[in-house]
């Protein structure tokens, strides 16, 4: 099992937690962007560079990914297209989804999309605090008891 990481707007906070997991279960942890990462060197631990672009990082994950591989990202199309591979896709806040809730996520998502294009809502999601970090990291555990 590999573990991917939609690292281009994932706290830096779950980066660290994912970074300990890694080792303790000596997963190979990959983390993908279209920026240069700083990160914890180690053997497990690797980035691959996109080029920039809109998707370009999720339709690396999208096209690498194999059932079994576990992909962090709070991107519910990608998250959609992970779990229609059989590969698990869990959020930074602790969510895993699966083929039961990812069409009603994706059908908020795009309501949401939509009223703030309108002028409806403004704003995205609120921070990340504590109990979402503590949340991803129980599910993180639970994923990786269960799949390892």
Do not use: W
């Amino acid at each position: 099992m590999k573990i991917y990481v939609d690292a281009d707007a994932c706290p830096n906070t779950v980066k660290e937690i994912l970074y300990k997991a890694a080792m303790r279960c000596s997963c190979e942890l990959i983390l993908v962007a279209n920026q240069p990462l700083s990160v914890r060197r180690h053997p497990l631990i690797r980035t691959v560079q996109v080029a920039s672009g809109f998707d370009v990082a999720d339709n690396y994950i999208a096209s690498t990914v194999v059932e079994g591989d576990l992909v962090i990202t709070a991107d519910i199309p990608l998250a959609s297209l992970v779990v229609a591979k059989n590969a698990a896709a869990l959020n930074p806040r602790g969510e895993m989804y699966t083929k039961t809730n990812i069409s009603n996520r994706l059908a908020s998502r795009d309501l949401m999309d939509e009223l703030r294009s309108s002028g409806v809502l403004t704003g995205g999601p609120a921070k990340i605090n504590p109990a979402h970090l503590r949340e991803f990291a129980n599910a993180l555990d639970r994923y990786l008891a269960k799949n390892k």
